[in-house]
C-alpha cells in the first residue's frame, strides 16, 4: 500500500480556523479548540453476542482494552475506542490505514467495519470551562462522576450528530458528520467566546 | 420529558423519534392477507392511559425502543430495545 | 439627598451614585436600586397608565409581581417593553420610557377612556363586534373601522423594530437538587443538600440571595436575617458542588423534572463583557426539586385602591428596609390579617408617621394592639377604607365603620390625612410551579388560599410557599426539604434561633370592601370587582370562562394579586364558597420569558448549514449557492451579465455537447454491509440486488409500506457484503430511518450494519459526449474504456494520486460517470477533472441545468415521488419484481392504486412558446376566465436546450393515453393559460443510446 503517499487532507474547517486566542481573553483563555485531524476513523460493529470478540479483535489490533458495557472508552494519546451505540464502537488512530489492519481480523462471523476517515471531523475542547461551553451545545451530563474519563456518548445539537468521549478530566474530542463540521465549529466559537479561548 | 434509554441513559426527548405504535404486528412478507396488512399499517390503538410505543433514538444511540408511556400524564414506564434485551424500568 | 430617602439602613450602596433618565428627566439612584426604588426615592409616584381606563398608576408592589409599573428599557435602537420597574437594576446610563400615554405620563388623552368606563367594562369586545351587522355601527365591520383607535388606546408598551444584537444563549444543567427560591427556606434547603455532597443549583430571581431576610427586620441565629443571609450564601459559594443562579427566573416546570430557567445575565451592566450573552435560557433536569417560592401578598378591592400611593404593606416594608425608601411621610395602613402590623412597626423604624392602621377585623390582638401603639399609630379596628382621594399621588383616604362577619358599611365616613396607603389582603403562596407540574391546588380555609398540590412529580415544598409563614418554620422545612431531597436522614440538630414579630397567619375572609366607586381586582387588565359581577350576570359560572370573558389575570402578570381575590368575588357572586368555584391551572411561563432566549443559538447565520468538500470551490468560481434543505449547493456558475435561464441553458448545452461536472456530494450515501446485506436489499427495494454481481450498479425503488413510491437511487455492490446505497438528497435521513427500523423492529434476526457514509465521500458526476475522454487523460489505475467500465461498471483508481472509486450512471442521459473520492480529496479530485477537462470544453453545472437535464430525460425525483404516487404512475412498474415480496408488495396493488384514472407521468411542451410554473393546472377545455376539471397539474418545468422548446412534466389523470394529445395549461395566479401537447416523459432520448454510448 502506498497510503503514506497520500496527500494531505483538506479540512472542512479551514476558512474558519483562525490560530491564536479570541473573545474574552484578556483574563486568559479558559478553553483550548482544535482540530485534530485523526489519520482514521472506524465504525466497528458487532452482531448481537459477539460483541465481547470485537472487543478482544480492537484489543489485539490496537492494543486499546475497551471496557465492555454502554458508552465505555479508552484512549493512548495516540489512538482511542469508545462504544457509542448498542454493538458498535468508533475506533481512532492518529496514523492512517487503521481500516486495513482490522480488514482480516473483524470476519463477517464478528461484524462490520465502516471507514470514517474523511466523513467524520474530530473537534478537541479543553480547559476549565469545557464542560460549560459543551453545556451549551449537548444536553448530557458532563460532570466527571457522570461522563467518566474515556467514556463516549452519542448525542445531537439541532441537526447535528455528535460522538464525544471524554479524553481528559477536562477535555472531550468531538467527532461531527464533515459537512456540519464548519457549521458546528463556528458555533463553537462563538459559544466559547465568553470564557476566552486559543485555537491551536 | 425524558426517555431512559437502554444504553445513553435519560434523555430529553428532543433526542428521539416517534416511530409508531409499537402493537402492531407485521403480517409475513408474502402474505396476501390484505386486512392484515391493512391493520398493520392502517390501524392504531389510541388509549387513555398506557400504550406500547415505538422511539427511536435517532439523536442517540439510534437504537429502536419499545417505550410504554402513559399518554395521560405522559409518564415514561419502561423502555427496552425493540431488538430485545435490556429492559429499564423507570416507574417510581 | 432625595425627598424619600432615609438616613441610613438598605442594602444599597450610599457612596456609589447610578444616573439614569426615565421619561427623558435625569435622575440618580444607587448601587443596589432597582428603578423601581430609586425613582420612588426621587419623590416619583406616577409609573403608568392603566390598560383600559389610562388611569394613573403607581407602584403596588416591590418584587416581581408590579403590575403597574412597567417600563420600556431602550438600549440603543432596541427597546424592550412591559418590564416591571421592580425587576430593572438600575445602572449608569440606563434610559426607561414609561407606556401607554399619549403625549405625556402626567397629561394623558387617554384618561377619557375613563368617562366612558361603562362601555369598556367586561365582555366590551364581544357585545359589540360579535354578532350580525344591524346598522352601521355593530359587528365585525364595525370592528374593522375601529380597530386601529381601540388599539393604540389599550395596551402595554410597544414592540420594537430593530433587530435585537444581544446574545442569548442555551444552557443545560443536572442536578441533584434544584432548589427554587432563596429566602430563609431555600438557603436551609440549599446548605442541608450541598452538606450531604448532593450536587446543588439555587436558583433566585432577584439580583440578591435572601428573600424576605433583607428586609424581614428578624434576626436569625442571634444576626440581622439579612447577614445570616449572606452568611449562609458565602458558605454556599464556597462548595464546588453548588452553582448560585441569581437573576434567575424559574419559569416552567416540564415533565421529567425538566425546568426552564431564564437568566438575566447582563440586563444590569452597562456593558456586557466580549462574548457575555445577555440572557441564558437554562434547562435544568433536576433530580428532586425544593420548591421555596414565597408568597405573594394580595390586596384588598375597595374604591380607589388604585390611585397612585396605595401599595402592599410589605412592599413598602421592603422599599424602607432594604432600599432605605420611604413610599410616604404620612402612612396609614389598611389590613384584614397582623402581618401589617410589623410593616407599620417597620415604616415607623424608618423614619415615616404611620397615622392610622385601619383593621376590618373588630377583634384585633393584644400582641397587635401593642405593636400599633409601637408604631405610634391609630388603630381603627372594625373599619374599612371606602375611598382614596388625590389625583396623581395619594392625599387621604375615608373610612368606615365595618362588620367582617357580613360585609356591611356603617356610619358616617371619617378621612384621613395620609400620602401614602398600605394594604394587606392576606397571602398567597407562590405555588406556580407546582401548578405547572400537575395536580391541582388546594383551598385551605384557615389560611384562607391555595397550597401546593400533593406533588406528582418529584419536589418537596418548603416555606411561605407551603402556608408555613413564619420564618422559624421556613427554616425547618428548608432544611427538612434539603436533606430528604438529598437522600439524607432527618437531621434532630438544633435549627438558628429565629426572633421575630408574632402574628397569626390567618387573616380574616375579607376580599373585598362594597363601596360605590371603582375597585380593582386585575390592576394590569383594568378588571374591576362589577367587572367580575357582571360577568357572572351574564351567565358566565365556570372561573375558566370569567377569566376569559373579563381577562382577569391574562395580563403580563397572570394574575399574580388578583388570583384569590377574583376568585372570592366570583364566589360570592356564585353563593358558593371558593374550593367549589375551582381555580385556574397555571401554565408556563411564569413570567414573561424574551424570544430571543428561547430560539437561543438558534438565529441568523448560527442555524446549522450542510456544506459539501467541494463548497469554497464553488463560491471561488462565481457559483450562485443555492439552500437544499440544511445544504448548500450550486445553482448556476452564471456568467457576468447572464440571467438564470441564460446560465442553466449554456451549462446543459454544453453538458450535452462536449462535457459538464456537477457536485453530487449530498446525494444520501448508506453503507449497507453484512453477512444479510443482499438480502435485506431484496426486502427493501422492489427489485433484486441479491443478483447484482460485485463491482455493478444497479437502480432501486423503495416503496412505502402503504404501496406508495417512497424513494430510488442507485446501488453499488462493492463487495459481496458491502453495498454502497445511494439515496436522493432530500430523502436521506428518512430512508436511513426506515433501513433502521426495519433491522431493528421488524427483522432483528437479519446481520445488517446501515451506516450513513453520505460524509465520507466526495462526488462529482461528470456527463457528456467527452467525459470519457476527460476520465482518460486523468485516471491513472484503471481503464475506463467500454469493456472496463462498462454502463452500471464500477472501477476503482485515482486521480491526482488519490484512490477514486467511478461508477458509470447517468442522470443527465449524456455517457456520464459518478466520480467518487474521500471527502478530504474531493477539492483535489474535483479541481483535477476541472483541469482535464478545460481541452474538452467541459463545464461546471449547477442544480439548474441538472434539473433540466433529467426533466429532458423524463427522470423522476422528488416532485414527483411526492408520497401520492405509484410506481406504476411513474412508469417504474417494470421494476416491481414477481418474484420475491418487498416493502409494500402487498398493498401496491389495492383498487385504488391502480386505477385507470390515476395520475400519471407525462410529458408536456408548452405550444405558445411561453414558460410555465410548478403547480399549474392541466385542463380539458379553452376557458380561460372560468378554468374547470383540472385533470393533472405541473412538478417540474424548465426550458430544454434540447428540444428548444419550453417543457415540464407533469402528473395528469390517465396520462399515458393522452400521449400526442392537446390540453391547456390553467394558472391563474400567475395570469397564465395557454395550448400544450401531452407528450411520453421521455423527451429526449428515449432510447438511451446517448448514455450506453
Not at chain 3, 67 to 80: C, I, W
Not at chain 3, 410 to 436: E, F, V
Request: proline content about 5%; some cysteine; overall charge negative.
Amino acid at each position: 500500500m502506498a497510503e503514506h503517499q497520500l496527500p494531505e487532507r483538506q479540512s472542512p474547517l479551514e476558512p474558519e480556523y483562525h490560530p491564536g486566542s479570541h473573545g474574552n481573553f484578556e483574563h486568559g483563555v479558559d478553553v483550548i479548540l482544535s482540530e485534530t485531524r485523526p489519520g482514521s476513523i472506524l465504525q466497528l460493529a458487532a452482531w448481537a453476542g459477539e460483541e465481547k470478540r470485537l472487543i478482544e479483535v480492537v484489543r489485539k489490533v490496537t492494543g486499546l482494552a475497551l471496557p465492555d458495557g454502554a458508552g465505555g472508552g479508552v484512549g493512548n494519546g495516540a489512538r482511542a475506542a469508545f462504544g457509542f451505540a448498542p454493538g458498535k464502537f468508533t475506533v481512532v488512530d492518529e496514523a492512517e490505514g487503521l481500516a486495513q489492519a482490522f480488514a482480516g481480523a473483524i470476519t463477517p462471523a464478528i461484524g462490520t467495519l465502516t471507514d470514517l476517515s474523511h466523513g467524520r471531523t474530530a473537534i478537541r475542547i479543553a480547559g476549565p470551562k469545557a464542560e460549560w461551553v459543551m453545556a451549551k451545545f449537548f444536553a448530557i451530563d458532563f460532570a466527571l462522576p457522570a461522563f467518566p474519563l474515556g467514556a463516549g456518548r452519542s448525542t445531537n445539537h439541532h441537526d447535528i450528530f455528535a460522538q464525544i468521549q471524554r479524553s481528559g478530566a477536562d477535555q472531550f474530542d468531538i467527532y461531527v458528520f464533515r459537512s456540519f463540521a464548519r457549521s458546528f465549529w463556528k458555533a463553537l466559537c462563538h459559544a466559547s467566546e465568553e470564557v476566552g479561548y486559543e485555537v491551536q | 420529558m425524558l426517555i431512559t434509554c437502554p444504553y445513553c441513559g435519560p434523555r430529553d426527548v428532543i433526542e428521539f423519534t416517534y416511530q409508531g405504535d409499537g402493537n402492531r404486528e407485521r403480517p409475513q412478507p408474502a402474505s396476501q392477507n390484505l386486512d392484515a396488512w391493512n391493520a398493520y399499517v392502517y390501524d392504531r390503538l389510541n388509549p387513555a392511559g398506557d400504550h406500547n410505543e415505538i422511539w427511536q433514538h435517532s439523536g442517540g444511540c439510534r437504537a429502536h425502543l419499545r417505550v410504554v408511556r402513559n399518554t395521560l400524564t405522559h409518564e415514561v414506564l419502561s423502555t427496552a430495545f425493540a431488538r430485545g434485551g435490556h429492559k429499564t424500568e423507570s416507574r417510581s | 439627598m432625595s425627598p424619600r430617602r432615609t438616613e441610613t439602613g438598605g442594602r444599597i450602596d450610599r457612596l456609589r451614585t447610578i444616573r439614569f433618565t426615565f421619561d427623558g428627566a435625569p435622575y440618580t439612584g444607587h448601587a443596589g436600586d432597582t428603578l423601581a426604588s430609586a425613582l420612588l426615592a426621587n419623590g416619583v409616584t406616577l409609573f403608568g397608565r392603566s390598560f383600559k381606563y389610562h388611569r394613573p398608576r403607581g407602584l403596588l408592589a416591590a418584587g416581581v409581581e408590579e403590575p403597574n409599573a412597567l417600563v420600556t428599557v431602550l438600549r440603543g435602537e432596541v427597546r424592550e417593553p412591559n418590564i416591571a420597574a421592580t425587576m430593572v437594576e438600575i445602572y449608569d446610563g440606563l434610559v426607561a420610557v414609561s407606556q401607554n400615554r399619549a403625549p405625556s405620563l402626567a397629561w394623558d388623552i387617554g384618561a377619557l377612556n375613563q368617562l366612558g368606563g361603562k362601555v369598556l367594562s367586561a365582555g366590551f369586545y364581544y357585545k359589540t363586534f360579535m354578532g350580525p351587522v344591524i346598522g352601521p355601527l355593530k359587528g365585525t365591520r364595525f370592528w374593522m373601522f375601529c380597530e386601529h383607535f381601540i388599539r393604540r388606546a389599550a395596551g402595554l408598551g410597544k414592540a420594537g423594530t430593530a433587530p435585537d444584537p444581544a446574545r442569548y444563549e442555551r444552557m443545560n444543567a443536572f442536578c441533584d437538587v434544584l432548589v427554587v427560591g432563596s429566602g430563609p427556606a431555600g438557603l436551609m434547603a440549599a446548605k442541608a443538600a450541598a452538606d450531604q455532597g448532593a450536587r446543588v443549583i439555587l436558583a433566585d430571581l432577584e439580583a440578591h440571595f435572601g428573600g424576605s431576610a433583607h428586609w424581614s427586620g428578624e434576626t436569625i441565629d442571634g444576626v440581622p436575617a439579612a447577614d445570616w443571609a449572606q452568611r449562609t450564601v458565602g458558605q454556599l459559594e464556597g462548595n464546588d458542588n453548588v452553582r448560585l443562579l441569581p437573576r434567575t427566573t424559574v419559569w416552567g416546570y416540564y415533565d421529567g423534572n425538566t425546568l426552564a430557567a431564564l437568566e438575566r445575565v447582563t440586563d444590569h451592566k452597562e456593558t456586557p463583557a466580549k462574548g457575555e450573552p445577555r440572557q441564558r435560557y437554562w434547562a435544568i433536569r433536576a433530580g428532586t426539586v425544593v420548591l421555596a417560592t414565597g408568597s405573594f401578598e394580595r390586596p384588598l378591592i375597595f374604591p380607589g385602591n388604585d390611585r397612585p400611593g396605595v401599595m402592599l404593606a410589605h412592599a413598602a416594608e421592603r422599599y424602607a428596609v432594604e432600599y432605605g425608601v420611604l413610599p410616604g411621610q404620612r402612612i396609614a395602613l389598611f389590613t384584614n390579617n397582623d402581618s401589617a402590623y410589623r410593616s407599620a412597626v417597620a415604616l415607623k423604624k424608618a423614619g415615616a408617621a404611620v397615622v392610622a392602621i385601619v383593621d376590618v377585623r373588630g377583634d384585633v390582638s393584644n400582641e397587635m394592639r401593642r405593636l400599633a401603639s409601637e408604631a405610634e399609630a391609630e388603630l381603627l379596628a372594625g373599619h374599612a377604607v371606602v375611598a382614596t382621594e388625590g389625583g396623581r399621588a395619594l392625599t387621604g383616604l375615608k373610612v368606615q365603620r365595618f362588620d367582617a362577619t357580613n360585609g356591611a358599611l356603617s356610619g358616617d365616613d371619617r378621612s384621613i390625612h395620609a400620602d401614602s396607603l398600605l394594604m394587606s389582603g392576606g397571602w398567597s403562596p407562590t405555588i406556580h410551579l407546582a401548578s405547572q407540574a400537575g395536580a391541582r391546588a388546594e383551598w385551605d380555609p384557615a389560611r384562607q388560599a391555595f397550597l401546593p398540590p400533593r406533588p406528582t412529580q418529584r419536589w418537596i415544598g418548603a416555606g411561605a410557599f407551603t402556608g408555613s409563614f413564619s420564618t422559624a418554620e421556613a427554616i425547618a422545612e428548608g432544611r427538612a426539604a434539603g436533606l430528604q431531597a438529598a437522600g439524607g436522614s432527618a437531621s434532630s440538630a438544633p435549627l438558628p434561633i429565629v426572633e421575630a414579630t408574632p402574628g397569626d397567619p390567618d387573616p380574616a375572609p375579607v376580599f373585598e370592601i362594597k363601596a360605590k366607586g371603582k375597585s380593582f381586582v386585575d390592576f394590569q387588565h383594568d378588571v374591576t370587582a362589577e367587572d367580575v359581577r357582571l360577568a357572572h350576570r351574564e351567565g358566565f359560572v365556570s372561573v375558566e370562562h370569567l377569566k376569559r370573558y373579563t381577562t382577569l389575570g391574562m395580563a403580563t402578570d397572570q394574575g399574580k394579586n388578583s388570583n384569590v381575590p377574583g376568585l372570592a368575588i366570583m364566589a360570592e357572586a356564585l353563593g358558593k364558597p371558593i374550593p367549589e368555584v375551582g381555580t385556574t391551572r397555571f401554565r408556563p411561563p411564569y413570567t414573561a420569558v424574551s424570544i430571543g432566549s428561547l430560539a437561543a443559538e438558534r438565529f441568523g447565520d448560527l442555524k446549522p448549514e450542510r456544506l459539501t468538500p467541494m463548497h469554497d470551490w464553488h463560491i471561488a468560481n462565481g457559483a450562485t449557492m443555492y439552500s437544499a434543505g440544511l445544504w448548500y449547493r450550486p445553482m448556476i456558475y452564471g456568467l457576468a451579465g447572464e440571467t438564470v435561464e441564460q446560465a442553466y441553458v449554456r451549462e446543459a448545452r454544453a453538458t450535452r455537447e462536449s462535457a459538464g461536472i456537477v457536485d453530487v456530494s449530498t446525494l444520501g450515501k448508506i453503507a449497507v454491509q453484512g453477512p444479510d446485506a443482499a438480502e435485506f436489499l431484496d426486502r427493501v427495494y422492489t427489485n433484486m440486488f441479491s443478483t447484482l454481481a460485485v463491482g455493478k450498479a444497479r437502480y432501486g425503488l423503495m416503496l412505502r409500506e402503504d404501496g406508495l413510491a417512497f424513494d430510488d437511487g442507485t446501488t453499488w455492490r462493492l463487495g459481496e457484503q458491502d453495498f454502497l446505497m445511494t439515496t436522493t438528497t432530500a430523502n436521506a435521513g428518512k430512508v436511513m430511518q426506515n433501513l433502521e427500523y426495519f433491522l431493528d423492529v421488524i427483522w432483528p434476526e437479519l446481520k445488517v450494519t446501515v451506516t450513513s457514509v453520505t460524509d465520507e465521500w466526495a462526488g462529482a458526476a461528470i456527463g457528456g459526449p467527452k467525459a470519457r475522454a476527460i476520465l482518460f487523460s486523468c485516471v491513472t489505475g484503471t481503464a475506463v474504456d467500454n469493456a472496463t467500465l462498462p454502463f452500471m461498471g464500477i472501477v476503482h483508481g485515482r486521480i491526482a494520486g488519490v484512490p477514486v472509486m467511478i461508477c458509470r450512471l447517468s442522470f443527465s442521459g449524456e455517457m456520464a460517470f459518478e466520480v467518487y473520492s474521500g471527502a478530504g480529496y474531493g477539492t483535489r479530485v474535483w479541481e483535477a477533472l476541472i483541469e482535464a477537462g478545460k481541452p474538452f470544453g467541459l463545464v461546471t453545472y449547477g442544480l439548474e441545468a441538472l434539473g433540466t437535464m433529467r426533466i429532458e430525460k423524463g427522470h423522476v425525483t422528488g416532485a414527483e415521488i411526492d408520497g401520492r404516487t405509484t410506481a406504476r404512475d411513474l412508469h417504474l412498474d417494470w421494476m416491481l419484481s414477481k418474484k420475491k415480496p418487498f416493502i409494500g408488495s402487498a398493498m401496491m396493488d389495492r383498487e385504488g392504486l391502480i386505477s385507470p384514472d390515476r395520475l400519471q407521468l407525462v410529458g408536456l411542451i408548452s405550444l405558445d412558446n411561453r414558460p410555465f410554473n410548478g403547480g399549474a393546472h392541466i385542463v380539458e377545455e379553452l376557458d380561460e376566465a372560468n378554468p374547470h376539471d383540472s385533470i393533472g397539474h405541473i412538478t417540474a418545468c424548465c426550458y430544454s436546450p434540447a428540444l428548444s422548446k419550453y417543457i415540464a412534466l407533469a402528473l395528469v389523470k390517465d396520462g399515458k393515453a393522452r400521449h400526442g394529445t392537446r390540453a391547456f395549461v390553467s394558472d391563474p395566479l400567475r395570469n397564465r393559460f395557454g395550448p400544450i401537447e401531452i407528450v411520453s416523459n421521455h423527451f429526449y432520448d428515449p432510447d438511451g443510446s446517448r448514455m450506453h454510448g
